[in-house]
């Protein structure tokens, strides 16, 4: 079946520091890849989507791209600051075959001023 | 409106107890979700709602039942729960629907806690 795999952290970098959270899938038909955020006692916020291969999505000067070649979606930010702690899920859906969205497990980030 | 709202904010109850959550969006969207999610773990899915109807149920136990009583709202009763039970119960949104990116919106959850 689909699944998602990112790294699990947690991942503690420096204010201004380059994030990279790496994500794959594996997927037998052409499903949405998403990044969700969940900040500390909160729900999940979609942070950015892609819908097909090589489109990019970004928000929030984070960005990731789809791509289908190496089944990634990578997250990255230039510059994360304080406010970015917090948990990121990269996640895929499938429409064509349910309503489900797949979860990777979460990546926990601290960012240290 | 982009908003799923869900109350109560928290929730402790007793083995022994009736309650219910509660969650309500107003996007038009067709497709409704619960989900468990423990601490330091992904959500997990429990059940889907897809035009008022019940579509994917992923082996709940009984002691949770779901209930949409119309297109912008979604109930979850629960009865006679167990302390493994206690986690963050959140409800999602989506259009749904063939083609798409059917991403799903979600409300802030309910804490509960049983006793």
């Known amino acids: 079946g689909d699944s998602v795999t990112q790294m699990e952290g947690p991942v503690t970098l420096s204010e201004e520091a380059f994030l990279t959270i790496n994500c794959t899938y594996t997927?037998?038909?052409?499903?949405?890849l998403f990044w969700y955020v969940q900040y500390p006692g909160e729900g999940l916020q979609l942070l950015l989507k892609?819908?097909?291969?090589?489109d990019k999505g970004s928000n929030k000067g984070f960005e990731a791209t789809y791509r289908k070649e190496t089944t990634s979606f990578h997250l990255e930010k230039g510059s994360v600051q304080v406010s970015d702690s917090a948990v990121y899920f990269c996640?895929?859906?499938?429409?064509?075959?349910?309503?489900?969205?797949?979860f990777g497990k979460g990546t926990r980030l601290h960012i240290l001023p | 409106d982009t908003e799923v709202t869900q109350t109560p904010k928290h929730l402790v109850m007793g083995m022994t107890n009736k309650k219910s959550l509660k969650c309500e969006q107003h996007m038009g969207h067709r497709a409704m979700y619960w989900y468990k999610q423990k601490a330091k773990k992904p959500p997990e899915l429990m059940f889907v709602y897809s035009y008022e109807k019940l579509s994917i149920n992923e082996s709940v136990p009984s002691r949770f039942s779901p209930e949409c009583p119309n297109s912008s709202l979604l109930n979850l009763h629960l009865h006679a729960l167990q302390p493994e039970d206690s986690a963050l119960y959140l409800c999602?949104?989506?259009?749904?629907?063939?083609?798409?990116?059917?991403?799903?919106?979600f409300g802030p959850g309910t804490r509960l806690t049983v006793l």
């Open positions: 996640a895929l859906s499938d429409l064509n075959r349910d309503d489900k969205i797949i």
């Open positions: 892609a819908t097909k291969a090589d």
């Open positions: 997927a037998t038909g052409y499903p949405s």
């Open positions: 999602a949104s989506s259009r749904g629907g063939q083609g798409g990116s059917n991403e799903q919106f």
